[in-house]
């Protein structure tokens, strides 16, 4: 039977609510592999798994498509926005989104979300 030591790192609140970091450090010759966000999860007594005997794996479980679910769609009252990602190194290619059809539309680039808002 595997020993295995897990602990979990939370991150600062600009994350997002399920912030965390888990490590897990297995003490036995057979190593449980956490499963990674691409999807990747290795048997027990796969070889590769033999780096992981004295460093503990470090799987990240921040998935950005749960971090970007997380912010609320932006409202406006205009027919067509532009999304840069924010300005600066963090920003991205300034893209058109046409709102005209219902619901809300995406950023291709970053995911952030706008909905047009109705006037009535
Ligand atoms: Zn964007």
Known sequence: MNSVLARSINLPSKYGAASRITTVRCLA???EDIQTHTGQKWNSDDYRLVRFTNAPKQVNQNWAVNLIAAVPS??????????DGGSGPEGHPRVYINLDKPGDHSCGYCGLRFIKKEHH
């Open 29 to 31: 010759s057979k190593i």
């Open 74 to 83: 932006k409202e406006v009252t205009e027919r067509i926005v532009w999304c």
